[in-house]
């Protein structure tokens, strides 16, 4: 049987990403009032920086909001975009956020 290779991409996002998300509730149990996103992606061994946050136009310091999930208020999409790009680049964009990457017109719309 041939073996699905975009299951096994996406079974490694979801996995990195469930682990961010924990890692950003460990931080609101602790009571911070602001995440810093590089500490957040270098706890999990992300290469992420200053300069490739502000191409990616986000802040790296995240305010937190506590009375919501972190999915609501942390920009995970675009870091989502941005493994992709760099972890899999042959499928030239995540499958989900085709249109925030490229946010261009689109003829259908």
Not at 13 to 39: C, P, R, S, W, Y
Not at 49 to 70: A, F, G, N, S
Not at 77 to 89: A, E, F, G, Q
Request: charged residues 25%.
């Amino acid at each position: 049987m041939e073996k699905d290779l975009l299951a096994d991409a996406m079974h490694e996002a979801n996995e990195t990403f469930a682990h961010m998300g924990q890692a950003v509730e460990a931080a609101v149990k602790k009571g911070v009032t602001q995440i810093d996103l590089t500490e957040i992606c270098k706890e999990l061994k992300l290469e992420v920086d200053r300069k490739m946050l502000t191409d990616l136009k986000v802040d790296h310091i995240i305010h937190v909001h506590p009375w919501l999930p972190w999915y609501f208020w942390f920009p995970w999409r675009p870091l989502w975009c941005w493994w992709w790009s760099r972890y899999y680049p042959w499928y030239r964009c995540c499958p989900w956020w085709w249109f925030r990457c490229h946010w261009y017109h689109h003829p259908i719309y």
